[in-house]
């Protein structure tokens, strides 16, 4: 059964920094793209960050690019989240997810408004709250 894990989520003041882990398992081959998505009090799901399992690019949605660092340790099956300079509209729920793996070979899994659709596996959201 495949499975991921989040956590790491939490309540930090603006500013601050959060690592989110999600820890896969089950998996059968690597052929994911990998990242994560987040959600906010009533608006969409928005692809934050990912990983492509066929070129190893990493994507960045604008509004974090150069505060968020993704990565990924394969022999553990892990992948984290840095967050640093949060701000109060970093506030969501978090979720790892695994989908397809074109959806990241050219950024669309932080690009395209419905890219969520191209995901096969969720992991449980983590909540990450940011004060002002």
């Known amino acids: 059964e495949v499975q991921l894990q989040a956590s790491g989520g939490g309540l930090v003041q603006a500013g601050g920094s959060l690592r989110l882990s999600c820890a896969a398992s089950?998996?059968?081959?690597?052929?994911?793209?990998i990242g994560w998505f987040r959600q906010a009090p009533g608006k969409g799901r928005e692809g934050v960050s990912c990983i492509s399992s066929i070129n190893g690019s990493i994507y960045y949605a604008d509004s974090v690019k150069g505060r968020f660092t993704i990565s990924s340790d394969n022999a553990k099956h892990t992948m984290d989240l840095q967050m640093n300079s949060l701000k109060p509209e970093d506030t969501a729920v978090y979720y790892c997810a695994a989908g397809e793996e074109s959806l990241c070979v050219r950024g669309t899994f932080v690009t395209h408004p419905f890219s969520w659709l191209g995901v096969i596996y969720w992991g449980k959201g983590t909540q990450v709250t940011v004060s002002s």
């Open positions: 089950g998996f059968t081959s690597d052929d994911y793209a």
